[in-house]
């Protein structure tokens, strides 16, 4: 986060919640003025503004982060955009349990992309490992044009999951006016850990440049597309 939640294209500024701290002694990766984002769990969360530019709708989109956690026996929101009334049209990016619909607790991703439609037209899924071990973790969810199911990476890889839900005609227009929020969801607890190297594209990463940002630090490369990041 190298000390603060500016955007590093000066556009789409974070505001900072609570009493979060940065820490330059544990992070993903290692060189001078890199930081980390501490959230306590209690209140802490970053928020973007909604602007047109940063809705999803039916695009091409992908949203990457680094997190590390000890704590498995909550629900929490890592990168959630979530309208708060039906149809709770989002795109959001959990950490929780592998239930559909209501997750419940745990140390699992929990993936929601939901569309105008309605509710129970989705795509939600969760992964079938643990991620709650006081690691580092690079995640990166990655939804293509078109038909295609959106793609869900762990640590550079595409990750085994739960299909919980996969409803409805894709892509979901996830057309939601409600501010992103790193470290929280407006539908669960916030997040206890570290956060760090948050970024979003305006396009579908390959699994290549996904592996690459899984073993480098995003300030040393620029994929295709509009990036936003708040680091």
């Not at 602007?51 to 997190?67: D, G, H, V, Y």
């Amino acid at each position: 986060m190298d000390g603060d939640v500016m955007d590093e294209g000066g556009t789409y500024h974070g505001l900072l919640s609570g009493d979060a701290t940065f820490l330059d002694d544990d992070t993903p990766f290692t060189y001078v003025g890199n930081m980390a984002l501490r959230l306590d769990g209690d209140g802490d969360r970053v928020m973007i503004a909604d602007t047109a530019a940063l809705r999803p709708e039916t695009k091409a989109w992908t949203m990457s982060l680094w997190f590390k956690t000890s704590v498995g026996n909550r629900y929490s929101g890592l990168i959630s955009k979530r309208k708060t009334v039906n149809p709770y049209t989002q795109m959001s990016l959990m950490m929780g349990g592998d239930q559909a619909g209501n997750p419940g607790t745990g140390g699992k991703l929990h993936t929601f992309v939901i569309g105008t439609q309605g509710s129970t037209e989705r795509w939600e899924v969760s992964t079938r490992a643990d991620y709650a071990d006081s690691e580092w973790h690079h995640a990166a969810l990655v939804r293509p044009s078109g038909e295609k199911s959106p793609v869900l990476f762990v640590d550079g890889v595409m990750t085994a999951v739960l299909v919980n839900t996969d409803r409805g005609l894709r892509p979901h227009d996830v057309n939601c006016t409600e501010p992103w929020l790193i470290g929280s969801s407006n539908a669960s607890s916030p997040f206890q850990g570290l956060i760090d190297e948050v970024a979003m594209w305006n396009t579908a990463l390959t699994a290549a440049e996904i592996a690459w940002l899984s073993q480098n630090s995003i300030d040393f490369f620029f994929p295709r597309g509009t990036m936003i990041t708040v680091r």
